[in-house]
């Protein structure tokens, strides 16, 4: 592949399209800083893309479709001249005064400063119709869609913190709460399980995992349970399903760069958005274990941009 270079040096390049990357484009337009996002070549606008109803972003009562709010959060950008470009930035070099980031084309941008902001991914259990079915019954976020539980059976799979902070949220909506976990012991911690187990609504089934997801005109409608050891199958009946194996924070272009915990989240020096590399700055999911909301992620968006933008100025 050839490779250009773009010898403009850009003020700020933003990595990812999701409420972090297009919140710091916005800051950093207004900004007058000129921001080049890079969005994706196939998954523009992040993960509310892939939801309907987003009923938590403050602002709108009604609630709004996934989809539009990311293309409102857009134009909002492009309205104050951020420029987008709808492709992969597929390898870095962020260790110098100019950073080097290049697109599936071969092109090399430059620039000043870099906000990433490339989310993470829920990680999926690999079954037919758990992606068809999501929102219609499947989900990865019970702060999200729990709300749209009330008076359901649900299944939540996972035996972490995140699964039992899950399944006990959801005691407040669902009717009954089963906890589907591949070992026979929970990898929570101790004050989790104990709230866990002390609830009524929560029952376990240990030592079992998801073989099947069925559905009935397109709500899922039963799970079928499955022992590791014996291999016996049993259906339940359940029209929520919620899964918390874990995250993917998309960092792997970073490797060997940028100081990741333990489990490839960025780190950033907190309450900053400043990484281990001076004029890179991190923000949202990427960077976030907690809360993963796209609050959240868009806060730490306009951070980012202001932490990009007073670091332009105190190279002035
Ligand atoms: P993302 O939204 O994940 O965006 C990151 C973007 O960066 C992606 O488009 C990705 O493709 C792109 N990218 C990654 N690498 C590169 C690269 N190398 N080059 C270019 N682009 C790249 N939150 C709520 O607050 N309310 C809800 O109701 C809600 N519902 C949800 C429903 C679903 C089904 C899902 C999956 C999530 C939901 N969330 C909800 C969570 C919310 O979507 C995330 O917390 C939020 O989108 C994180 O924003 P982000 O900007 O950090 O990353």
Known sequence: MTSVTDHSIREVVIIGSGPAGYTAALY?????????????????????????EVE??????????????????????????AEMIDDDIIS????????????????????????????????????PKEEELSGRGVSWCATCD??????????????????MEEATFLTRFARSVTVVHRRSTLRASKAMQ??????????????SEIAEIKETNGMLA???????FTGATRDLDATGLFIAIGHNPRTELF????????????????????????????????????????????????????DAERHLASRD
């Open 28 to 52: 950093t337009a207004r900004a007058q800083l000129r921001p080049l996002l890079f969005g994706s070549s196939i998954f523009v606008g992040g993960s509310l893309t892939t939801t309907t």
């Open 56 to 81: 938590n972003f403050p602002g709108f009562p009604e609630g709004v479709d996934g989809p539009v709010l990311m293309e409102n959060m857009r134009a909002q950008a492009e309205k104050f001249g």
């Open 92 to 127: 870095v070099d962020l260790t110098g005064d100019v950073k080097l980031l290049t697109d599936t084309a071969g092109t090399v941008h430059r620039a000043k400063t870099v906000i990433i902001a490339t989310g993470s991914g829920y990680r999926k259990l690999g079954l």
């Open 146 to 163: 729990g709300f749209f539980f009330r008076d359901r059976d649900i299944v939540v799979v996972g035996g972490g913190d995140t699964a």
């Open 194 to 207: 104990n709230r866990a187990f002390a609830d009524d609504k929560i029952s376990f089934a240990f030592d």
């Open 222 to 228: 039963s799970v079928v349970l499955r022992d590791v």
């Open 255 to 306: 490797t060997g760069q940028l100081d990741l915990d333990a489990e490839g989240y960025i780190t950033v020096a907190a309450p900053t958005t400043r990484t281990s590399l001076p004029g890179v700055f991190a923000a949202g999911d990427v960077v976030d274990h907690t809360y993963r909301q796209a609050i959240t992620a868009a806060g730490t968006g306009a951070a980012a941009a202001l």
